[in-house]
């Protein structure tokens, strides 16, 4: 089994920072790829952005130049760091792991969800 722990979210003015942190355990032997995707009260599941096991990443237009996603793959470790944040931002932030576990079977798993919430 794998568990994927979220946290960094919260409460933020127009024009600030966050950074979220998803944390796997369990048992995994490689992780693939993982990703930040993000709802919004009355929307569909979108994608934020998303970083491979060779550290190329991929962002929605809208979040282009203002979110950065970087991992630690010792940690098992994905970030978001979030600038210039907006409150069409705001969101449950979901993280996303493609990884293939100790017993060779390919795997996708997501993060309960942490809230993001913007104020103008």
């Known amino acids: 089994q794998v568990q994927l722990v979220e946290s960094g979210g919260g409460l933020v003015q127009a024009g600030g920072s966050l950074r979220l942190s998803c944390a796997a355990s369990?048992?995994?032997?490689?992780?693939?790829?993982m990703g930040w995707y993000r709802q919004a009260p009355g929307k569909q599941r979108e994608l934020v952005a998303t970083?491979?096991?060779?550290?190329?990443?991929n962002y929605a237009d809208s979040v282009e130049g203002r979110f950065t996603i970087s991992r630690d793959s010792a940690k098992k470790t994905v970030y978001l760091q979030m600038n210039s944040l907006k409150p069409e931002d705001t969101a449950v932030y979901y993280c996303?792991?493609?990884?293939?576990?100790?017993?060779?079977?390919?795997?996708?798993?997501w993060g309960k969800g942490t809230l993001v919430t913007v104020s103008s």
């Open positions: 996303k792991f493609e990884v293939a576990t100790i017993d060779y079977y390919s795997m996708i798993y």
């Open positions: 970083i491979t096991s060779g550290g190329s990443t």
């Open positions: 369990g048992r995994i032997r490689r992780i693939n790829a």
